[in-house]
């Protein structure tokens, strides 16, 4: 007895399945994606709780940089950073330890705290697709945290009983529990 296949074949159409109607993958796509921009969504949103906070402090911890805010908030990474101005890049982890011809080595977290002063959080962005966190100071800083991984976390950020996780588009969002 042979076998019939579920899939029918014509000689002017792609071949078609009897079990998945036309477009169902495509609206199956379409929902996975809504569900990933909303958690993204989600996440920027809670990030969004910074805003207004004042960068307190910067320290550089053995692969890691720890940022601390004068409200709570605190965001830990080992990626690449770096502040952007609007007429160039001021300062990079990529610069820390390095001499430039100058008297004395760079101290990054030194300089990016100088560079932010008394500015406070005026947006907070993760890109969707790289979970690229971007934190701007006033209207004419930024700070980049670049995912460098495809697996590994890029960055970790606690605002207001929110914990926010990012890797590679993937950003989870855990609340605090409650307490009794």
Known sequence: MERQSSTKYSSTEEPTSDLKP????????????MTAERAVDSAANHAKRMIGERLESVKRLDYDWDLRFDAGSSLMFQSLWRLVSDCAIEVTSEDDGQQFGLKTPIVAAAQLKAKIGDKHVSDVRIDGVTSDLTLYFGQHLRLEVVSTSSGYEAWSLHAKNVQIIGRNGDTVVFSSPKST
């Open 22 to 33: 036309k477009g169902q993958a495509n609206r199956l796509l379409s929902t996975v994606m």
